[in-house]
T-cell receptor
Framework: NAGVTQTPKFQVLKTGQSMTLQCAQDMNHEYMSWYRQDPGMGLRLIHYSVGAGITDQGEVPNGYNVSRSTTEDFPLRLLSAAPSQTSVYFC??????????????FGSGTRLTVV | RKEVEQDPGPFNVPEGATVAFNCTYSNSASQSFFWYRQDCRKEPKLLMSVYSSGNEDGRFTAQLNRASQYISLLIRDSKLSDSATYLCVVNHLNDMRFGAGTRLTVKP
């Protein structure tokens, strides 16, 4: 049972380049989210999904796109990288039962630097 | 006002000490609460969930006060291995909001 798998672990991009951060989970969780973590600011929600085919924006969605074609996969696309997108990105998944959410399982993160 | 606020610390305590962290939240309709532990350059890992008034797991106790909108985490008999950043998380309708974290260092 791999849990939440993120690739790549590290990436350096030039300003203006695009790329996709991959995220896959094998726990059949319905909820998946992307967060970015910056020093002193905690984790901020970029986009989230409550199931296949359904996505929505979080706190800081600008410059990012997502899609959820399957339950397992939730890729994050950077459309035109900017230095302000230098951050650590975490993908997470969770489930709930009867309205109680059982907390997120996180991937190991992607450290992105935009130069 | 931030949705979830924590004292950033750092808390520096000796081994064996008892330490407590508080977290306040702004959304009174929040349904569930979590404490995560995050080690340097690692992903957050779930430490405890709190759905009603509190939860206890070994040396760790989490308390929830809905009237005052705060959650606390108590660590008894601190170990060197407890050194980490502790994140408070508040959930409302599967929208999870994170505090910025409280850093704990346990010293010999």
């Amino acid at each position: 049972n791999a849990g939440v798998t993120q690739t790549p672990k590290f990436q350096v991009l030039k300003t203006g380049q695009s790329m996709t951060l991959q995220c896959a989970q094998d726990m059949n969780h319905e909820y998946m989210s992307w967060y970015r973590q910056d020093p002193g600011m905690g984790l901020r929600l970029i986009h989230y999904s409550v199931g296949a085919g359904i996505t929505d924006q979080g706190e800081v969605p600008n410059g990012y796109n997502v899609s959820r074609s399957t339950t397992e996969d939730f890729p994050l696309r950077l459309l035109s990288a900017a230095p302000s997108q230098t951050s650590v990105y975490f993908c997470a998944s969770s489930y709930d039962t009867g309205g109680l959410n059982y907390g997120y399982t996180f991937g190991s993160g992607t450290r992105l630097t935009v130069v | 006002r931030k949705e979830v606020e924590q004292d950033p610390g750092p808390f520096n305590v000796p081994e064996g000490a008892t330490v407590a962290f508080n977290c306040t939240y702004s959304n009174s309709a929040s349904q569930s609460f979590f404490w995560y532990r995050q080690d340097c350059r690692k992903e957050p890992k779930l430490l405890m969930s709190v759905y009603s008034s509190g939860n206890e797991d070994g040396r760790f106790t989490a308390q929830l006060n809905r009237a005052s909108q705060y959650i606390s985490l108590l660590i008894r008999d601190s170990k060197l291995s407890d050194s980490a950043t502790y994140l408070c998380v508040v959930n409302h309708l599967n929208d999870m909001r994170f505090g910025a974290g409280t850093r704990l260092t346990v010293k010999p």
